[in-house]
Structures are given as structure tokens and as C-alpha cells.
């Protein structure tokens, strides 16, 4: 599971890059969860960046991987990132 979207990093424009969620931990009252978020150039590349988001967890939805995804999909700076 990954996102790919073009991206402009220190001032170069990336064709592609490839986002994926690194880790995703539960809060202990598991009502939210926190994930780390890697973007590389291509798919096995060197990270360029990695960011961190907490978001809320619903536990009768998908698993936490899937629901980091989608979160990160509402966010402006992936927009247009599609699902690879």
C-alpha cells in the first residue's frame, strides 16, 4: 500500500514520488493513533522527507494502515495523490 503524487522538494519538481506510512501506533484509549509518513523519490528509494500525523482511529473501520492512507488523502499537500 503507498501513495504516488508530484511534488516539488527543495525546489525540484518529483514526478511520482512514492509516500508510504511507516508506522502506525493506537493511543491507549485506541480513540486516536499517530503514524509516520515516508516520501522518497521512486518506490525503494532514499526517504526525502518523513512527517508525522495523528489522526482519529475508528476501530470498526479498516485497519490502521488503510485508515492512515485515506487521512492523508484529505490533507491539501496530497492532493491528487493516488493509490499504487
Known amino acids: 500500500m503507498a501513495l504516488t503524487l508530484d511534488l516539488i522538494y527543495k525546489n525540484v519538481e518529483v514526478k511520482g514520488a512514492y509516500v ?7 493511543g ?7 503514524f509516520s509518513v515516508q516520501t522518497c523519490a521512486q518506490a525503494n ?6 512527517v508525522y500525523h495523528t ?11 488503510k ?7 484529505t490533507l491539501p ?3 491528487g495523490a493516488a493509490d499504487c
Not at 28 to 34: L, S
Not at 55 to 65: H, I
Not at 67 to 73: D, N, P, R, V
Open 67 to 73: 485508515q492512515a492512507y485515506e487521512y492523508l488523502k
Open 45 to 50: 528509494g532514499d526517504p526525502l522527507t518523513y
Open 77 to 79: 499537500e496530497f492532493e
Open 20 to 26: 508510504t506510512v511507516a508506522v502506525v501506533t493506537l
Open 28 to 34: 491507549a484509549d485506541k480513540a486516536e493513533m499517530n
Open 55 to 65: 489522526t482519529r482511529y475508528d476501530m470498526d473501520g479498516e485497519n490502521p494502515f
